[in-house]
């Protein structure tokens, strides 16, 4: 069995190692040779995958990549982990020594997602190419940073969810391009309203929520809770804050929203061709939360400045209603369209625009991903914008050219929320 390195730089040290990403050097990944892509067959491409529980496993198994390294600051994680690998990989308890590894090429950040910002971030300095769990990041600001790291030091990003370029939509019976082709046709006519909800064939999943009665455990010997916590707020340990139920609290995530809202709500970004864009508006209709367990919310409506309209619906109670509705048609699960109020069929109408959506290959030509930092932090900010106006309860304007709420400061402290101790994004 492999050793579990406990030898852990500190900040300052791994940021000395960085030293050539924050001046401005480019780090080219080992098998891109003289601007070419190139790789011999001794040149393969080194993996890290940090956070090895429940989803880190997963990635374990992805094709395209040698794991040669593996992260997680619980070693009973990382000693599965270790188990299940060829000898010689490496294991740590700190994603910074991870990055200072010559021999990761990409890292998989499979942590909780008030991680997924500050390791993104330092991934990209380290000249690492970043393949990254959903939500993208905790907060819209971190997102920001995440956006321009990336593109300053010219990595390669992706975010794990993949439905606007391949598989199954869900419940909906279909892939998205079809989907794609119906709505650039024009048929159902502009502004279009998508409704995503049970009902539509998307489970919000509210069991992912907090408890608020918790009390305080001992911390088992095997996890290093102070560093689980990383920059959130320093709280009593229990288990149901960590691992799998973390998604119940906002310090870490957003509940069923967190948790699926990427996989929902980026393929109705994609369809509305709003990527580079954001609601100016937002309704929410949710009972009073708690300032740290994550609860259930019934009707979230986002609304862009040219009408177009996402309907969150956490009830069940669109029953009947299209996924997609414009002003001459609607669409529904199973590809049902009905253009003024007659069933048709649309054929040959023309393809999409062609997607890159294999992240390995986009790692070797260096050609950006279907899903990347900028289309990928536009998605996120769904997520973000309804969780904010879940946890404040009250509806919102937002600006999305500055990336701001209009005349709401108690909204806008949420884009940049504080860290503990030293970190920073």
């Known amino acids: 069995m492999n050793d579990v390195s ?19 050097f480019s780090i080219v990944p080992r098998h891109v040779l003289g601007g070419l ?10 993996r890290a995958v940090i956070g090895v529980g429940g989803m880190g496993r997963g990635h374990l198994g992805y094709t395209g990549a040698r794991t040669v390294a593996v992260c997680d600051v619980d070693k009973g994680h990382l000693k599965s982990a270790l188990d299940s690998l060829d000898k010689g990989v490496k294991g740590f308890g700190d994603f910074r020594e991870v990055l200072a590894l010559p021999e990761v090429d990409v890292v998989h950040i499979a942590t909780p997602p008030h991680w997924h910002g500050l390791i993104s971030i330092a991934a990209a300095e ?15 600001g971190e997102g920001r940073r995440v956006v321009e790291s990336v593109q300053k030091h010219g990595r390669i990003f992706r975010i794990n969810t993949w439905f606007r370029f391949k598989d199954n939509f869900y419940g ?35 069991f992912w929520s907090g408890k608020t009665d918790l009390t305080p455990q001992p911390i088992p010997a095997e996890l290093d809770y102070d560093f689980w916590l990383g920059p959130a707020p320093d709280k009593p340990y229990h ?16 509940g069923g929203l967190g948790d699926m809202g990427m996989h929902y709500l980026d393929p109705v970004q994609y369809l509305l061709g709003k990527d580079d ?24 409506t986002m609304r862009y400045a040219d009408g177009c309209e996402i309907i969150l619906d956490g009830e069940g109670k669109s029953e009947g209603q299209p996924y997609i509705e414009g002003p001459k048609g609607k669409l ?13 069929v649309l054929k040959g109408l023309p393809e999409p625009a062609t997607q890159e959506g294999d992240f390995y290959s986009c790692v070797r030509t260096r050609r950006r991903f279907a ?23 009250r509806n919102l304007r937002y600006d999305p050219v500055k990336e701001e709420f209009i005349g709401d400061e108690e909204a806008n402290r949420q884009i940049f929320q504080p860290m503990r101790g030293a970190w920073r994004v």
């Open 277 to 300: 864009t954001s609601p100016v508006e937002i309704e929410v209709d949710a009972p009073q939360q708690d300032a740290d367990a994550v609860s259930s919310w019934r009707r979230i």
């Open 332 to 344: 529904y699960k199973g590809l049902r369209l009905e253009i003024n109020g007659q069933e048709k």
């Open 239 to 254: 288990p149901h804050r960590v691992h799998q139920t973390f998604r119940g609290y906002w310090d870490y995530d957003g």
């Open 126 to 140: 380290a000249g690492k190419d970043i393949w990254c769990e959903k939500p993208m990041t905790r907060t819209i």
């Open 6 to 24: 406990k030898s852990t730089p500190s900040r300052r040290e791994f940021l000395s190692r960085s030293a050539a990403a924050a001046f401005g």
């Open 37 to 46: 892509a190139f790789t011999a067959p001794s040149d393969e491409i080194g």
């Open 172 to 206: 909906f019976g279909s892939t998205v391009k079809p989907i794609k082709q119906i709505v650039d046709s024009g048929e159902l006519g502009w502004p279009l309203k998508v409704t995503v909800g049970s009902t539509t064939g998307f489970d919000f999943k509210f």
């Open 371 to 393: 899903l990347n930092e900028s289309n990928g932090h536009r998605s996120c900010t769904l997520v973000n914008l309804g969780k904010i106006a879940v946890q404040l309860g």
